[in-house]
């Protein structure tokens, strides 16, 4: 039995002068194998994270919000999976690591939340003070 691997060049110096930081909005194309079918699939969220510098075992860490929920994905810079990275807006942050951004989510959909409740619990009280204000007229 011969174990063969399916190598596929990757451009090594150029994904290592990418300039690719923690803030910068990014599309990560993919490559998924299905069926023996290849396509490629576009993630674009925003870069929480780089690590490992340049050599061999780099990764980022990309974030986005699908449907509500935050998904994150750790990528090898120099996987033969990803076709390519592209850089789609720069961002300036003053941080390495911008893991805050999870906590900083998750309090503004409490809050939006909190603001909707309360919305809909204003709401049937208005229209039973409006109910018996009629009632009132109606009776005089």
């Not at 780089?50 to 990528?75: F, L, M, P, W």
């Amino acid at each position: 039995m011969k174990a063969t691997a399916k190598t596929a060049n990757v451009n090594i110096e150029e994904r290592r002068t990418q300039d690719i930081r923690p803030g910068d909005v990014v599309k990560v194309h993919q490559k998924i194998q299905e069926k023996g079918k290849t396509r490629i699939q576009i993630f674009e969220g925003m870069v929480l994270a780089r690590k490992h510098g340049v050599e061999a075992g780099a990764t980022i860490t990309v974030r986005r919000v699908a449907n509500g929920y935050g998904v994150e994905k750790i990528y090898p810079m120099y996987s033969p999976l990803i076709e390519k990275i592209e850089v789609v807006r720069r961002a300036k942050v003053r941080k390495a690591k911008l893991y805050y951004v999870r906590d900083k989510a998750q309090k503004e959909l409490s809050k939006r939340m909190r603001a909707e409740m309360m919305r809909k619990d204003e709401t049937p009280a208005e229209e039973v003070v409006s109910a018996d204000t009629n009632h009132n007229e109606s009776s005089n």
